[in-house]
């Protein structure tokens, strides 16, 4: 167990824990942004569709099992801060049944879905055989990636932020290969994409699950910690249920954002699909960040030393705004060549693409500020803060802002761009006032 970040100086432990996870976090986000490259080199706007809108479904699923995973980590950094290792072991124990029957569930009823979904998002005519495809390949893949979601969340809570990252890093390389042969030479569009996908998914699980059994030498995992301890599995819930929540709600936010892109044809459904794969890779910054912030507030906390993880949300926030502004200015100049990067001499979806990324990339810095408060919260076993600032964001501007800009403004995507950043700012604010209300909770 690692409780070197409850001590020494709190900047060096923020970058150790957050530049492996980091890069881990962009090998993952490669996958993505793989498929939709080489898929763009290789077919036309049907196949880039599918695999923009398939992969935004399977994001959204991810990013809600890592959003529950968050509170394996809190209830394992807790422990670890406190020095309790028989804890450490009844959280991992749990954490693992806990997953692993969620996750076979999750596979037998989304495969149910896959029509409704497709229905939900109105995916384009001509993306709609490939995007069902696509699905149904994720779909059956789940298993593997909660799998490695939730392995590398108990490492986070053990404080080894590198381990992930070793094998992440070999399976994006397996990744790319599988993606070049299977929708290169064997012309499978996107069905390639997502079988290179599962695959590589399905080897850095095994990769991190031998790796796991080594650190269970240490910490002595036993079979009677896999048994249900109503105790732990309610902490594990209660924190990660309202992250999950939050995050699923984000995501269906972008997917509802999606289906009123999709219904402005397949140009407009490419270029907003496009941009919502390069947000996510801006994003892994201050999703790092939220990661970094919530597993050492979480071993301080468990430690006592809660002036220390007030320093670690200050440090956290500041690194987002200042990431945040100067991808926001760079986006200013250079948009349109961004996407150009995803399509093959389509200059309309270019185009489109650079009007929604100039003004959606204000969003890396106001959500930073928010997803730092997050995973303080969490930290504190307050996720449920979490929940209440993003549902009111969404609903009160994110999703409407989005419509009526589409409504008003139908030659540009600018104004469409500028909802989620102006969400993400009210969500900050929210969370300020939260947090200044609660100081003598976080003392």
């Known amino acids: 167990m690692n409780k070197e970040l409850t001590e020494g100086n709190i900047i060096k432990g923020m970058v150790r824990f957050s530049v492996p996870y980091l890069i881990a976090c962009f090998l993952q986000t490669f996958y993505g942004l793989a498929d939709l490259f080489i898929t763009g080199q290789f077919n036309g706007s049907a196949s880039i569709t599918a695999v923009s809108v398939g992969s935004q479904v399977m994001h959204m699923l991810t990013v809600m099992i890592v959003g529950l995973a968050m509170g394996a980590t809190v209830s394992i950094s807790r422990q670890v801060g406190a020095g309790n290792k028989t804890a450490v072991s009844k959280s991992i124990g749990n954490t693992v049944t806990l997953f692993l029957i969620s996750s076979v569930a999750a596979t037998f009823l989304l495969l149910l879905l896959i029509d409704p979904i497709l229905g939900a998002l109105s995916t384009p005519e001509e993306a709609l055989a490939e995007t069902r495809v696509y699905l149904t390949i994720c779909f059956a893949g789940i298993p593997f990636i909660t799998a490695y979601n939730v392995i590398s969340s108990i490492f986070r809570g053990l404080g080894d932020t590198k381990h992930p990252m070793y094998y992440v890093a070999v399976a994006g390389v397996i990744n790319v290969v599988l993606d070049y042969i299977l929708i290169g030479p064997f012309h499978m569009g996107a069905k390639g994409a ?36 109503p105790k732990t599995v309610r902490f ?17 936010s972008f997917l509802i954002i999606t289906a009123i892109a999709n219904s402005r ?81 389509n200059g309309r979806v270019a185009q489109l693409g650079g009007q929604y990324l100039k003004a959606y990339s204000l969003d890396c810095a106001f959500a930073g500020i928010h997803f730092c408060f997050s995973g ?29 800009a589409s409504v008003l403004f139908p030659a540009t995507l600018y104004p469409m761009g500028l909802a989620a950043p102006l969400g993400s700012l009210l969500s900050a604010v929210i969370c300020v006032i939260l947090f200044r209300s609660g100081r003598n909770y976080w003392k």
């Open 236 to 252: 594990i819930l209660a924190v990660g249920v309202p992250i999950a929540l939050q995050d699923g709600l984000i995501q269906i």
């Open 265 to 345: 044809g397949v140009d407009v459904a490419a270029a907003v699909g496009i941009v919502e794969k390069i947000i996510g890779f801006l994003f892994l910054v201050p999703s790092a960040m939220l990661s970094t912030v919530s597993a050492l507030s979480a071993q301080n906390a468990g430690a006592g030393k809660h002036e220390r993880s007030r320093e670690v949300l200050k440090f956290g926030v500041a690194i987002c705004v200042g990431f945040g502004m100067v991808v926001f200015i760079i986006c200013q100049f250079i948009s349109p060549q961004i996407v150009s990067l995803f399509v093959n001499n």
């Open 376 to 404: 303080f919260f969490s930290a504190y076993g307050k996720s449920l803060y979490s929940f209440v600032h993003n549902i009111i964001s969404i609903v009160t501007v994110r999703v409407p802002g989005a419509y009526l």
């Open 194 to 229: 997502a079988l290179a996908t599962v695959i590589s998914q399905a080897i850095s699980v095994i990769l991190a699950f031998f790796a796991l059994k080594k650190q269970n030498v240490e910490l002595d995992v036993k079979s009677s910690d896999l048994k249900f301890e």
